[in-house]
T-cell receptor, first 114, second 112 residues
């Protein structure tokens, strides 16, 4: 069973640029959630995708967008990067059925905006 | 509003027991999770409570009181490798099936 993977591991961008982060969900999982974790803070929910549809969104502006593909992998896109977007971006996959729905987190992508 | 409170930092001694508290006020509730996060790594699942009471899992136990909006994580026989941040998270009932609202985390330092 393959765990959640994310790419790239680290990324440095400048203000105003665009970035795409990628996530492969754990085998058998059809739900992917994205979180932003600033240094010293808990993760903040960005949005969730279930069967290729956005299924809930946190308090993030529209320049944060995403996609989920038929194989349930996902992308997070951020346009017009700002300095405050510097954070660890975590992807978590789960099975969107009944039960615990435990979320399994990937190792994250560390984004630095200069 | 959504609010989850937990202490910022705690220190404990190897071999001892430590209790990390979490209080929450959320618009919906569909379960409470505890995650462990070592520096620079992803959070890993420790426990889940949806009904009142104690859930035990080896050296880790978690308690929930829904009427009080309160949970704690109990770590026994502390080991140096338990030094990490411990995140309390509530699953929001409304909207997304699996939206987790996290506290800021409690940084636990285990000393020899």
């Amino acid at each position: 069973e393959t765990g959640v993977t994310q790419s790239p591991t680290h990324l440095i961008k400048t203000r105003g640029q665009q970035v795409t982060l990628r996530c492969s969900s754990q085998s058998g999982h059809n739900t992917v959630s994205w979180y932003q974790q600033a240094l010293g803070q808990g993760p903040q929910f960005i949005f969730q995708y279930y069967r290729e549809e956005e299924n809930g969104r946190g308090n993030f502006p529209p320049r944060f967008s995403g996609l989920q593909f038929p194989n349930y992998s996902s992308e997070l896109n951020v346009n017009a990067l700002e300095l405050d977007d510097s954070a660890l971006y975590l992807c978590a996959s789960s099975w969107g059925g009944l039960g615990t729905n435990e979320q399994f987190f990937g190792p994250g992508t560390r984004l630095t905006v200069l | 509003g959504q609010n989850i409170d937990q202490p910022t930092e705690m220190t404990a001694t190897e071999g001892a027991i430590v209790q990390i508290n979490c209080t929450y006020q959320t618009s919906g509730f569909n379960g409470l999770f505890w995650y462990q996060q070592h520096a620079g790594e992803a959070p890993t699942f420790l426990s889940y409570n949806v009904l009142d009471g104690l859930e035990e899992k080896g050296r880790f136990s978690s308690f929930l009181s829904r009427s009080k909006g309160y949970s704690y994580l109990l770590l026994k026989e502390l080991q140096m490798k338990d030094s990490a941040s411990y995140l309390c998270a509530v699953r929001d009932q409304g909207g997304a099936t699996n939206k987790l609202i996290f506290g800021t985390g409690t940084l636990l330092a285990v000393q020899p």
